[in-house]
T-cell receptor
């Protein structure tokens, strides 16, 4: 079982719609959860971080964390074509190393 | 947000030569930096964790003698690809962890711009 799993997509949504991206992780001791956006050929850019169960909102982005289900999601409201990118879920594993492990990413395509 | 600078952004080298990539945290001290590589349309694979003043911790399957990591100061880590071969061609990305309120909480990891390595 992969440590961090995502649907590779592509996820296609019309402009203005809500895009929902999902991620599951295997290590119950995981403490920190992140969503990164990566445009083709570029380095990942931090979108959201979340540490506690529940929702965290920042502008058009909402991260949701459910540690019991080992599930983290990202909602993008009012999707724009510029949101088209690969979204990477990343999890800090439990323990002293605090390594950041990435999922394979979900390709989001927002159609104008 | 925190700034991490990586240099060079692109490098082409001949097979058999060595290439050094630098990663700097510009506005914070990073006791820990991470090196990743990414093949086209694939996810980031952690290569090693670089700790200031001590030896790097390599992930399983990563050759430490081929990918030399040095973290000589709190703001600089370097990755040297030794005796490079065409299969080493990849996108190499460093990241640095900002100091947090606790060991696990409040830490955020920022990425450099990445370095494209092409070995010919």
């Amino acid at each position: 079982q992969k440590e961090v799993e995502q649907n590779s997509g592509p996820l296609s949504v019309p402009e203005g719609a809500i895009a929902s991206l999902n991620c599951t992780y295997s290590d119950r001791g995981s403490q920190s959860f992140f969503w990164y956006r990566q445009y083709s050929g570029k380095s990942p850019e931090l979108i959201m971080s979340i540490y506690s169960n529940g929702d965290k909102e920042d502008g058009r982005f909402t991260a949701q964390l459910n540690k019991a289900s080992q599930y983290v999601s990202l909602l993008i409201r009012d999707s724009q074509p510029s949101d088209s990118a690969t979204y990477l879920c990343a999890v800090t594993l439990g323990g002293a190393t605090n390594k950041l492990i990435f999922g394979t990413g979900t390709l989001l395509a927002v159609q104008p | 947000g925190a700034v991490v600078s990586q240099h060079p952004s692109r490098v082409i080298c001949k097979s058999g030569t060595s290439v050094k990539i630098e990663c700097r945290s510009l506005d914070f001290q990073a006791t820990t930096m991470f090196w990743y590589r990414q093949f086209p349309k694939k996810s980031l694979m952690l290569m090693a964790t670089s700790n200031e003043g001590s030896k790097a911790t390599y992930e399983q399957g990563v050759e430490k003698d081929k990918f030399l990591i040095n973290h000589a100061s709190l703001t600089l880590s370097t990755l040297t690809v030794t005796s490079a071969h065409p299969e080493d061609s990849s996108f190499y990305i460093c990241s640095a962890r900002t100091p947090g309120q606790g060991e696990f909480w409040g830490n955020t990891i920022y990425f450099g711009e990445g370095s494209w390595l092409t070995v010919v």
